[in-house]
């Protein structure tokens, strides 16, 4: 089921185009990480999706109802990427705030498993004020989710955390994962990988990919075979013994590996493993090579 929908959306701030011709479409109860530069329009697109902000031409549906600034969706719960507080309260009391004012049922039961989910259930007692920048994502989120919307946006959620927040907040995604759809923006290549099921790339406004992970990859698949020896000597016994006049290598002597670029891949696979059987020359690993997010994402931007 389609959850989110954007369908040739542009939006402009006077004669500056920001999101341009922008389409897209995510599941329900997946998790999709929208990766762009700074400046690419990601936080534009929440504020379109929230009916913060209208846009001046294209179609959003949530759950299959147009949105717009008039006609905004109860199901989505946003956090901005620093989120404020009310830092005299404590995580219990701004929970409960929160579920009331949401008109919440069971409040007690309710900030007690959110808080468990999110775990802050230790420091229920300590002012917001005195949480570090990780535990304030933390009951940002809680308080995003303790009234189980269907979707949730985060705005670069992990900006400004160090490594040890940075896991917090993707374990507690993981968490989350098959309960409602999730849609967080990024600017870091690593946090895609870890906890997506679909990617989005944008760079001015403008989509240039979106797919799961493998799909992305598959996309930017090259003619390009990576052959590992257990040892140099082994490397160099394989040169000498195939012909590679014709062929564009790449050596690489610290891993005792060689990158060979081949028009016939079936071909070249059955000559290389003949060559090893007959030499009796063993090797580590034999990879078809796949580009990483990070160089399909700066061969995009770029």
């Known amino acids: 089921m389609i959850v989110i929908k954007l369908a040739n959306i542009t939006k402009k701030y006077d004669n500056k185009t920001v999101i341009d011709d922008l389409s897209f479409e995510i599941e329900e109860n997946s998790i999709c990480g929208f990766l762009g530069p700074n400046g690419a329009g990601k936080t534009t697109t929440f504020k379109l999706l929230n009916g913060l902000i209208n846009s001046n031409s294209g179609t959003i549906e949530i759950l299959g109802k147009s949105i717009n600034s008039k006609n905004q969706s109860r199901d989505i719960k946003f956090l901005q990427d620093v989120p404020e507080f009310y830092n005299y309260m404590t995580s219990y009391e701004y929970l409960k705030f929160i579920c009331q004012l949401n008109n919440l049922d069971n409040i007690n039961n309710r900030i007690k498993e959110t808080l468990e989910l999110v775990g802050l259930q230790d420091v229920n007692k300590k002012k917001i004020g005195k949480f570090s920048r990780g535990m304030k994502q933390r009951i940002g989120i809680a308080s995003n989710i303790i009234s189980n919307p269907k979707i949730l946006l985060l705005d670069e959620p992990v900006s400004a955390l160090d490594p040890i927040g940075r896991k917090e907040i993707f374990d507690l995604l993981s968490k989350l994962k098959g309960k409602m759809t999730i849609l967080f923006s990024t600017h870091i290549i690593d ?112």
């Open 191 to 302: 946090d895609i990988e870890r906890v997506s099921d679909k990617i989005i790339i944008i760079n001015n406004g403008k989509k240039l990919m979106d797919g799961t992970i493998a799909e992305v990859k598959n996309k930017f698949l090259t003619n390009m075979i990576e052959l590992e020896f257990m040892n140099e000597k082994d490397m160099k016994r394989f040169l000498n013994a195939f012909n590679t006049a014709d062929i564009e290598t790449e050596e690489n002597t610290q891993k005792n590996s060689i990158k060979f670029k081949v028009d016939n891949m079936p071909e070249f696979q059955n000559n290389i493993f003949n060559i090893l059987i007959k030499e009796k020359i063993n090797i580590n690993s034999f990879n078809v090579v796949t580009p990483t997010l990070e160089e399909i994402f700066m061969k995009e931007v770029s």
